[in-house]
Structure formats: structure tokens, C-alpha cells
């Protein structure tokens, strides 16, 4: 018998439940050891609890390295999941594999007292969640009708006396300047963090800055510098290449055209002449980048625009999407799947590497 330990933290959620991953695994450890099981294996996540199953890595892997007689163990129920279909997904594959489900610390004399305690619980657990995003969704919409700003304010900015404009930070704006400076001297990310906080630069926390806060500053467009709550502080020039970038990353979010063009004109960005982006213009960078088809379909991924203006197969993407479910059946993580993709040199539409949620709609998908 083998204790699977799946822990979960959930980024809105973490700070109102008051306990961690190593506060989780301390518990389930404890209960592991109670039960006299000293084989175990650990997996996480830092997910909501309402995403499905395999769009969590830890949890999928966790299911996936389930035996007869194995037992999944959390700390908490709702460290496993608030959504009853979930919940009911997971139930199923605990079933088919013989595993039971354990939450440290409650005691169960009956098997039939479980499932009935576990559906209550759960049903419960929504519930609590729903009443979570209610009053988030009450607070934001008080706050918004104050005219106060929401949502988080970006690196090297900050809010303006009137509590609803964004403004340049000059500190933020100086480590920005400092670090794309270093950059372009072709130096390594871990160098530039280390120079920066060399000399005397500190993150917001006031902890030294990681490479991936510098490489999210090497990245900072040049036109991020002044913004309004929904809307630009007025008309900014930008290269057609950041533009195009801009345009083709949200369309790969399955954006709608028209939702790309009101979203680029948010930001400031103009056409040749000047004036406010169209559809039309927004269509043609993608039509050029191959993402549409000339009535703007969408070209789901594993296909192109043929010659004659039809969808035909991609070859090179259908091979990819091939490997990808080859190597999900060879019972390799998503992870592992991620790492082996972008680690042989494969690229995404916008020439980036692949992120996880991309890989996961790549197993959804049926090869012709």
C-alpha cells in the first residue's frame, strides 16, 4: 500500500484558508505514518479547486500513479477539489483502480458513511465557493462604482493622486532601464538579477529580484508607461512587430477579432495613419500570420490555409500533436511532455515556446 498525497494551494483562495503546502504535507504525513503506510508519494498544484482534473498537472499525475490498494490522501477535502463533477470524476477513477480516499485527521468506520459524507461535504464546498466569488464579485463592483482601481498595477507603474489613473514609478522605471541595459549586452538572466540587486535594487516585497521578475522586465513593452483604468491615457506609436505580437498572442487565447481590436486600441495602439485600429486591419495580421481563414474563421491548431483559400492539414502540427498524445500514453507527465517538446526545439504559432494549456488542448484533439 502506497499513500499518493496530492496538496493544493489556490492563489485567491490561499490567504483566506490560512495554511500552505508544507502546513498540507505535514498533515498528511502525520495521518501516513498513523496508518503504518511508509511508501508515499507526493504531488501539487497551485490551482483553483474548480478546474477539471486534467488540467491540473499534480493532480493528473497523481490519479495516473494510483494502484489497487493505493490510498489518495489530502489534508483537507476541499484541497481536492470544490466542483461536485470533479469530484465525481475523481470518485470514478478511485473506483476503477480499487484506491480509497483518505482526508488526514477524520475518522471513518464505514465505507458507505464516506461517500455519503464526501457528496455532503462536497456539495458544501461549492456552496462555500460560491459564496466566495458572490462577495469578491460584490466588492469589486462597489469598488469600480468609487471610481477606485482594480485589478494589480504592473511593474514600473503606479497609482496616480486621483486613485484612478496609472503613472510612471521612477524607481520601477529606473531597475526596468537597468535591466534592459544589462540585457543588451547579451548577458544571462541570473547575471542581470545578480547585478541589479548588487546595486541595492529590491522587489516590492523587499526580497531580491529572481530571474523570472527580470526577464518579465526585459519583456515590458515600450508603450507600458502611462494607462487609465479600461482605457489608454491617449494615442501611443508602437512598431508594427509589437503590434502584430500583441494581436497574434490574443488570438492564440481564442480571442474574437473584434475583442483583439478593442483590446489594442485600450492599449494605445494606432494604425499607420493615426487612427484607432478595425477589424478589417486586425484580419490581415492575422490572415498574414496564418491564424484565420480569409471569412476569419479561426485555424485550429494541426491545420493551415491552403493555396486555394481552404483548410487543409498541417502536416508539421499534426506530427507534433501525434508525439504530444504518444507520449501521454507512454504515461509521461504533462510536465515532462511540456519539458520534451520546447527542449527539441518546437515552437508555438507565435514562435514562443509551449505553454501547459496548449499542450492539454493538444491531447483533446482528434488526428485526421
Given at each position: 500500500m502506497r499513500a499518493i498525497i496530492y496538496l493544493r494551494v489556490s492563489t485567491h483562495a490561499q490567504k483566506e484558508l490560512g495554511f500552505g503546502?508544507?502546513?498540507?504535507?505535514?498533515?498528511?504525513?502525520?495521518?501516513?505514518?498513523?496508518?503504518?503506510?511508509?511508501?508515499?508519494?507526493?504531488?501539487s498544484d497551485a490551482i483553483s479547486?474548480?478546474?477539471?482534473?486534467?488540467?491540473?498537472?499534480?493532480?493528473?499525475?497523481?490519479?495516473?500513479?494510483?494502484?489497487?490498494?493505493?490510498?489518495?490522501?489530502?489534508?483537507?477535502?476541499?484541497?481536492?477539489?470544490?466542483?461536485?463533477?470533479v469530484i465525481a470524476d475523481i470518485m470514478r477513477i478511485l473506483r476503477n483502480t480499487k484506491a480509497t480516499l483518505v482526508v488526514a485527521g477524520e475518522q471513518r468506520s464505514e465505507q458507505k458513511s464516506l461517500l455519503l459524507e464526501t457528496t455532503l461535504a462536497d456539495v458544501l464546498a461549492q456552496h462555500e465557493q460560491k459564496i466566495i466569488q458572490t462577495r469578491t464579485r460584490n466588492a469589486l463592483q462597489v469598488m469600480k462604482s468609487q471610481n477606485r482601481r482594480i485589478g494589480n498595477v504592473p511593474f514600473g507603474l503606479q497609482v496616480a493622486a486621483d486613485k484612478k489613473h496609472l503613472e510612471p514609478s521612477n524607481i520601477e522605471q529606473e531597475i526596468i532601464q537597468q535591466a534592459q541595459k544589462l540585457s543588451s549586452l547579451k548577458l544571462p538572466l541570473a547575471a542581470i538579477a545578480k547585478e541589479i540587486n548588487e546595486r541595492g535594487f529590491v522587489s516590492r516585497t523587499g526580497t531580491p529580484f529572481k530571474t523570472i521578475q527580470v526577464k518579465r522586465m526585459i519583456q515590458l513593452p515600450t508603450w507600458q508607461a502611462k494607462a487609465d483604468i479600461g482605457q489608454s491615457?491617449?494615442?501611443?506609436?508602437?512598431?508594427?512587430?509589437?503590434?502584430?505580437r500583441f494581436v497574434i498572442s490574443l488570438r492564440l487565447k481564442e480571442y474574437s477579432i473584434g475583442a483583439i481590436a478593442r483590446e489594442a486600441n485600450k492599449q494605445g495602439f494606432t494604425s499607420k495613419k493615426g487612427t484607432a485600429l478595425r477589424n478589417t486591419q486586425i484580419s490581415r495580421i492575422l490572415q498574414k500570420a496564418h491564424l484565420v481563414m480569409p471569412n476569419?474563421?479561426?485555424?485550429p491548431y494541426g491545420f493551415k490555409i491552403s493555396s486555394s483559400g481552404q483548410l487543409a492539414e498541417c502536416p508539421q502540427e499534426q506530427a507534433l500533436i501525434l508525439l504530444v498524445q504518444t507520449l501521454r500514453n507512454q504515461n509521461y507527465s504533462l510536465?515532462?511532455?511540456?519539458?520534451?517538446?520546447?527542449?527539441?526545439?518546437?515552437?508555438?504559432?507565435?514562435?514562443?515556446?509551449?505553454?501547459?494549456?496548449?499542450?492539454?488542448?493538444?491531447?483533446?484533439?482528434?488526428?485526421?
Open positions: 503546502l508544507q502546513a498540507q504535507r505535514k498533515m498528511c504525513e502525520l495521518e501516513a505514518k498513523i496508518r503504518g503506510i511508509t511508501k508515499k508519494l507526493i504531488f479547486g474548480g478546474m477539471e482534473v486534467w488540467i491540473r498537472p499534480g493532480l493528473s499525475d497523481a490519479l495516473l500513479a494510483l494502484k489497487k490498494g493505493d490510498v489518495l490522501m489530502v489534508s483537507h477535502r476541499d484541497r481536492l477539489a470544490r466542483n461536485i463533477q491615457s491617449g494615442k501611443i506609436s508602437t512598431a508594427p512587430r509589437d503590434l502584430n476569419n474563421r479561426f485555424v510536465d515532462d511532455i511540456l519539458q520534451h517538446v520546447n527542449h527539441h526545439g518546437h515552437t508555438s504559432r507565435a514562435g514562443k515556446p509551449f505553454h501547459i494549456t496548449q499542450i492539454v488542448r493538444m491531447l483533446d484533439k482528434q488526428l485526421v
